[in-house]
């Protein structure tokens, strides 16, 4: 999905190596850069990221049973590495949501470098294919305000239905099983992706109610479809 409105994105996997230069860096992938090298906010362990990354273009459909069971393997392996933890995701058709914790700007760059590379190898088996899987770098958000947590909450666990999905409770390709903070469903044990830490994510958004498996997403992070 190519984005043509004015508005910058920020990543957070940069690490400055002096001036600026002009014409240097690296340069955009796909028909259009979605993320840009901007300066970012200071990340720290207190606070959580709503990150999404989108599919190349052409690929099939993620939303598949068999597509998911690799894609679980492959989430519950790059879950907790480096200090990064990814706590939340959802799976639609053409791109993914976490909602992480990372000790700092360079644990989520490399967990996510890390977790993005297992999720391609991931599909491409899958597809029995090779090359490129993931149309460019990632958008990321630092989540500061339990409201802003728990509106990224209800984001990322419901977002099928702001994508037209008929859902009836929690979906299937989303870490909704397991998740502690709906108030109308019992968690499944056995969580398979990393556990939050930070107090906004255990109990800091709380401040503002449990979520209910029939709650649509009204908040949309800049940047994010």
């Known amino acids: 999905m ?50 999404t990354t989108h599919l190349a273009a052409g690929l099939p459909s993620l939303r598949r049973d068999s597509t998911l069971v690799a894609l679980r393997r492959a989430l519950s392996a790059g879950a907790d590495r480096f200090g990064f933890r990814l706590v939340e995701y959802s799976i639609q058709s ?21 977790l993005l590379v297992r999720i391609a190898k991931a599909l491409n088996r899958e597809w029995d294919r090779s090359g490129r899987v993931l149309s460019d770098r990632y958008h990321a958000r630092i989540l500061r305000t339990p409201r802003e947590v728990r509106s990224a909450l209800v984001y990322v666990l419901q977002n099928a239905r702001r994508h037209g999905a008929r859902i009836n409770g929690i979906d299937a390709f989303s870490s909704g099983a397991w998740f502690r903070g709906w108030c109308d469903r019992i968690a499944l044990e056995g969580r398979p992706i990393a556990t939050a830490r930070s107090w906004l994510l255990t109990n800091g958004w709380l401040r503002w109610g449990m979520l209910s498996t029939q709650e649509a997403p009204a908040w949309k992070p ?3 479809p």
């Open 222 to 224: 800049d940047g994010h």
């Open 94 to 114: 053409n791109h993914l949501h976490f909602i992480a914790e990372a000790d700092d700007a360079r644990s989520i760059a490399r967990g996510m470098q890390g």
């Open 2 to 51: 190519v984005h043509t409105s004015s508005r910058k994105c920020r990543q957070l996997t940069i690490f400055p190596r002096g001036g600026a230069q002009r014409g240097a860096g690296r340069k955009p992938k796909g028909e259009c850069a979605l993320v840009t090298h901007a300066r970012r906010p200071k990340l720290t362990a207190r606070d959580p990221v709503i990150v």
